[in-house]
């Protein structure tokens, strides 16, 4: 018998990283080394996503409720790796409803139900944030003590200290702001180059920081981050609650 084909979920495939990490998927997936899903929140999947990285199964999940995982199970099986991309990543909407981004970006139904398959065989590979920080100081180090100042990075502290006493086997990304172009299917909520382009094409007048320093990442280097760690765990090289800062901000 051949050996096992891999499988690899993308949990919120349908935002703004998930949709890029599934074109880098499919790409690097030439070979047809491993089969591929992801989660969305949609009524209907965006075709136009499907079309650009099939073949790919789509999977309508509730991430509070966890509604729609027992259907990955029966038709996808355990996934081998799984990242998880989803989030209420929007700060002034999490500090507007903060039971909505504690309920959201806390991945209790995911981490229960990878648990459920009693052999913690998948990696999670979760996002994370350079707002766990509260920054007071410089060149932020995975072992720093976390300190969040708005209600976004306190889930996301959550949604860590959630994983790392829940789930053994998992790599958690700290990343910092995410630019890049728009996605095959069009995201809604505002991506900061395209706003810059549009504020100033426009003639407008407009404030930016200026007590703030950070250090955003491109978001197809941050796909590449990504793809390494998958393609390691599928040679055989499989991290084990490993916390990585993929770019930090200073005050």
């Known amino acids: 018998m051949g050996e096992e084909r891999k499988r690899v979920l993308v949990v919120g495939g349908t935002g703004y990283l998930g949709q890029h990490l599934l074109e880098g998927l499919a790409r690097a997936n030439g070979g047809s080394r491993y089969d591929l899903a992801f989660t969305h929140h949609r009524p209907i999947p965006p075709q136009e996503l499907i079309d650009a990285v099939s073949p790919v199964l789509p999977f309508r999940v509730d991430l509070i409720t966890g509604d729609g995982f027992d259907a990955i199970s029966a038709k996808f099986g355990q ?6 991309c989803a989030a209420l990543s929007v700060p002034r909407a999490c500090e507007t409803d903060p039971v909505a981004a504690m309920a959201t970006n806390l991945p209790s139904s995911l981490v229960n139900w990878l648990s459920s398959f009693n052999n913690n065989g998948t990696l999670l590979i979760h996002l994370s944030t350079d707002q766990v920080y509260d920054g007071t100081k410089s060149f932020y180090k995975e072992e720093d003590a976390t300190n969040p100042v708005n209600m976004y990075g306190a889930s996301k ?8 006493a829940k789930y053994p086997n998992y790599a958690i990304l700290r990343s910092s702001i995410i630019y890049g172009p728009q996605t095959i299917s069009p995201v809604a909520k505002s991506l900061p180059v395209q706003w810059i382009d549009r504020v100033l094409s426009a003639g407008q007048e407009v404030e930016f920081f200026h007590d703030e320093f950070r250090c955003p990442v491109y978001v ?5 981050v990504i793809l390494t760690l998958i393609k390691k765990c599928i040679s055989g090289i499989c991290l084990d609650q490993e916390i990585l800062s993929i770019c930090v901000y200073l005050y």
Not at 157 to 164: D, Y
Not at 220 to 224: E, G, Q, R, Y
């Open 79 to 84: 996934p081998h790796i799984v990242v998880n």
């Open 157 to 164: 502290v959550a949604a860590e200290q959630f994983i790392m």
């Open 220 to 224: 197809k280097d941050m796909v590449n």
